[in-house]
């Protein structure tokens, strides 16, 4: 399989992100059914059909190269994006290893890792890296382990750290988040840290989540999806950026709709970790426009039931508010009623 | 006690000795004679300090009476000198160690902060609200925080925004959540209320 690179897109300024067909055909729609709560909804992390985003372990797609690019803008402007409280070194060598395992293994003609002993060599082609370090000396790698292998792989990542029967946010590479702090979060609990979400709790869903979390095993991952919406293919909405990006939000008009207003879905796996019995958190991030997904009106007609039924709570807390009635508007010209089965697939 | 609106928004329970500890260190930077009353009539066994911060005039403090004659009682006026014999007292602690933070949200969480650069866990330690309910606020543009907030909006006293005090709580860094109110439409800002008195 060859992916077919875009490295000069851009996720801010000029905003010249796009989907191919092929992008938007595996782009994960995250919703079942006519309607959208919060549940447990995690499943096994395995092998999906090839060519989905659930094929790999760390999914890399066609916007690989330009992504990366936009978290090293990101960390330029703001180191804090990148936090690692001090006890999480075991933790951090443990994510280097895990993502070094599975991008070799599943893109051997984009990455190879080869090892003597500690002395380990990595060449990540598609960014031009030739690096030979020693596994467990931070010294021997341009910046922390963690860092290092996060600054190439898409998607953000929350190391937690487990203990007293619960888990703490203790590291983070946070650069294309919707719209939580790490700066703010990082050391919180698992509890405190999803505490503004709201309705959930009530659900329970973070406590039954939280358990299941705990008794996680190595080498059986689960995921789920989470979704927001999203204007501009912008990935940096953090809260530090918001008087930025917030703007955006009032500028959205029935003609700008199918351009501007994005679905936004995180792809989130959880893996443990093998010597500092950690968590990693990885979550991938995927952005299509409106009018990339009403390419498949069986997604379009999906999307408006879903929105049209959103309570407020959620829709408030999502930031959609002031641009759901239009975006609505919108999506109605694909809704003709007809009953959808359940299922997320686009045709 | 308090009901949060969020859960990271810390919940204070009635303050009481935890009894499996062989040592505590009580900080108290704020007035509840019947509080004083209640936790030094009935000491835990083994050591006890206590670091009072009080404002510096000659009215008696509960928390200065009544004290167990074992009892280390360290007074100190600024928050600042509070903080450093705190830390002296951290700095000796040993296994066992119990620690009590009772006062202002802003101060008991400054202290708590200490404890934590001395590895102290969560279950070491408890906190008290009293006195004022005004908020430490966070601001997550600029980083600085601003003191003593007692409105749900305020002007960061960093880089000047209109911030919107939010429920969200962080520990670690001792404040709540503040973020520009009116950056989806530059000027709309609401009249601040006063809500933490």
Not at chain 1, 65 to 74: C, F, G, L, P
Not at chain 1, 128 to 142: E, V
């Amino acid at each position: 399989m060859t992916i077919a690179f875009k490295p000069d897109e851009t996720f801010r300024g000029t905003y010249t992100y796009r989907n191919s067909p092929k992008g938007i055909r595996r782009f994960p729609f995250p919703f079942h059914q006519d309607q959208y709560m919060y549940s447990v909804n995690m499943e096994p992390h395995t092998k999906g059909p090839e060519g989905s985003v659930f094929e790999n372990a760390f999914d890399i797609d066609e916007h690989y190269i330009a992504e990366m690019r936009d978290r090293a803008i990101t960390l330029e402007r703001d180191p804090g994006r990148c936090v690692s409280l001090p006890h999480m070194m075991d933790a951090e060598w443990d994510t280097l290893e895990l993502i070094m395992e599975s991008l070799s293994r599943d893109y051997p003609e984009l990455f190879t890792l080869t090892k003597d002993g500690d002395r380990w060599h990595w060449v990540n082609k598609p960014l031009g890296i030739d690096q030979t370090f020693t596994f467990g000396n931070a010294a021997t790698l341009p910046c922390p382990p963690f860092e290092y292998i996060t600054r190439q792989t898409q998607g953000d990542f929350v190391i937690m750290d487990q203990r007293d029967n619960n888990l703490f946010a203790d590291s983070g590479m946070i650069t294309s988040q919707a719209d939580w702090s790490l700066m703010f979060d990082a050391g919180m609990s698992f509890m405190e840290w999803h505490g503004p979400v709201p309705l959930a709790h009530e659900l329970g869903v973070f406590e039954r989540a939280l358990k299941y979390l705990l008794m996680l095993q190595q080498g059986r991952p689960v995921r789920r999806l989470n979704w927001t919406m999203t204007i501009n293919p912008r990935l940096d909405t953090s809260p530090e950026t918001y008087p930025e990006w917030g703007p955006d939000r009032a500028s959205v008009t029935p003609d700008n709709v199918g351009d501007k207003v994005h679905l936004r879905v995180e792809l989130q796996a959880l893996f443990r970790l093998p010597r500092s019995n950690g968590m990693l958190f990885s979550i991938r991030g995927y952005l299509a426009s409106m009018n990339e997904l009403a390419t498949y009106p069986r997604w379009a007609k999906r999307l408006h039931r879903v929105l049209s039924t959103l309570p407020n709570e959620l829709a408030e807390y999502k930031g959609l508010v002031r641009y759901k009635p239009t975006t609505l508007e919108w999506l109605s010209k694909f809704d003709d009623g007809e009953v959808l089965p359940a299922g997320t697939q686009p045709e | 006690m308090s009901t949060p609106a969020i859960k990271s928004q810390p919940i204070y329970a009635e303050l009481e000795w935890d009894r499996t500890g062989t040592h505590h260190i009580l900080f108290v930077s704020a007035e509840d004679a019947a509080l004083a009353q209640r936790l030094l009539s009935n000491p835990p066994g083994g050591t006890l300090t206590v670091v009072h911060l009080r404002p510096a005039d000659d009215s008696r403090s509960a928390w200065s009476q009544n004290l167990p004659d074992t009892a280390l009682y360290l007074e100190t006026h600024t928050l600042a000198e509070a903080l450093e014999v705190l830390r002296d007292a951290f700095y000796v602690a040993q296994m066992g160690t119990r620690i009590y933070l009772a006062g202002a949200e802003d101060a008991i969480w400054q202290a708590s902060q200490l404890a934590d650069t001395f590895g102290v866990s969560r279950d070491e330690i408890r906190h008290a609200q009293l006195g004022t309910k005004a908020r430490p606020v966070f601001c997550v543009h600029c980083r600085t925080i601003t003191r003593g907030v007692h409105t749900n909006i305020v002007s960061c006293s960093g880089c000047g925004r209109s911030l919107f005090v939010r429920d969200h709580f962080s520990r670690r860094l001792g404040a709540y959540m503040g973020f520009q109110i009116d950056a989806e439409v530059p000027g709309e800002v609401p009249a601040a209320e006063v809500v933490y008195p």
